[in-house]
């Protein structure tokens, strides 16, 4: 069974640039597409980007332009570079893997999140 693990969450100022880690264990990165969401304090979790097993990458509106998603295969893990930060960026994003979709549910397994928040 698939395992994933986020890393790289932090407290940072707007403007300012993170870089998030999923660490995939218990499958290759050619089998299943990884997916970025994101939840903010009372907000529903949202869909922010995804690459799929050819490495093609699709994001949502408000990270288009300054988030980036990457892949290292050698080392099973999924990147995603996310620059010029706002406040509203502030949630706990998640990494998922699955069908290449925005939707939750095309996710089969999920990883428990790291924290992003963006403040003055």
């Known amino acids: 069974q698939p395992q994933l693990v986020e890393s790289g969450g932090g407290a940072v100022q707007p403007g300012g640039s993170l870089r998030l880690s999923c660490a995939v264990s218990?499958?290759?990165?050619?089998?299943?597409?990884i997916g970025w969401f994101r939840q903010a304090p009372g907000k529903e979790r949202e869909f922010v980007s995804v690459?799929?097993?050819?490495?093609?990458?699709t994001y949502a509106e408000s990270a288009q332009g300054r988030f980036t998603i990457s892949r290292d295969d050698a080392k099973n893990a999924v990147y995603l570079q996310m620059n010029s930060l706002k406040p509203e960026d502030t949630a706990v994003y998640y990494c998922?893997?699955?069908?290449?979709?925005?939707?939750?549910?095309?996710?089969?397994?999920w990883g428990q999140g790291t924290q992003v928040t963006v403040s003055s």
């Open positions: 218990g499958v290759t990165l050619d089998y299943w597409a």
């Open positions: 690459i799929n097993i050819f490495g093609g990458s």
């Open positions: 998922a893997a699955g069908n290449p979709s925005f939707r939750e549910t095309d996710y089969s397994y």
